[in-house]
């Protein structure tokens, strides 16, 4: 595609924030920019999303779980979470099973967490300071805690 064909999708944008002609043409000159050859000018005029929705988020996700499977594969799973799912979700963890892409649920579950969290990172990173305040608070919570009840608020805690 030629950088006229894509300007031209792009040409008569409104200032609608929502405008997904322009927010894909946009992803599409930035992924070209860095050597990505991609093609985003599909009738973005079918696509929707709620108009009270204040932000889009865009996440490029490897085309593959191979090199996450591995790298699940290299460090220890030796911390244990118990979760409860819907029978969708235990169906779509079996389905993984039944692929060998992944030996079991837990494994399974263990790398969509994974995925999940590094898809959610930069959020977490922005939400960083309020818990880094919050288990400030707990801390000084435990001290005056051992203060007014001394040696016993220890042990309670534990």
């Known amino acids: 595609m030629t950088e ?19 927010i894909l043409g946009s992803i599409q000159d930035h992924l070209n920019a860095a050597g990505m050859d991609v093609d985003l ?5 079918v696509w929707s999303w709620p108009k009270d929705s204040k932000r889009v988020k865009v996440v490029c996700v490897a ?23 819907d029978s969708e979700t235990s169906a779509q963890l079996d389905a993984w099973v039944e692929t060998g892409a992944v030996k079991s649920r837990s494994e399974a579950a263990a790398l969509f967490i994974r995925e999940g969290l590094n898809v959610r990172a930069d959020e977490l990173e922005r939400l960083r300071g309020a818990l880094e305040d919050v288990e400030e608070a707990r801390e000084r919570l435990r001290e005056q805690a051992e203060q007014v009840f001394g ?6 805690n534990e």
């Open 4 to 22: 006229e064909e894509r300007d031209s999708g792009r040409k008569g944008q409104s200032d609608d924030p929502f405008d997904i002609g322009g």
């Open 41 to 45: 000018s599909s009738d973005s005029r």
């Open 63 to 85: 085309p593959g779980l191979k090199s996450s499977v591995e790298e699940l594969g290299k460090t220890p799973r030796d911390q244990v979470v118990m979760v409860r799912v």
């Open 151 to 156: 040696g016993g608020a220890e042990r309670a």
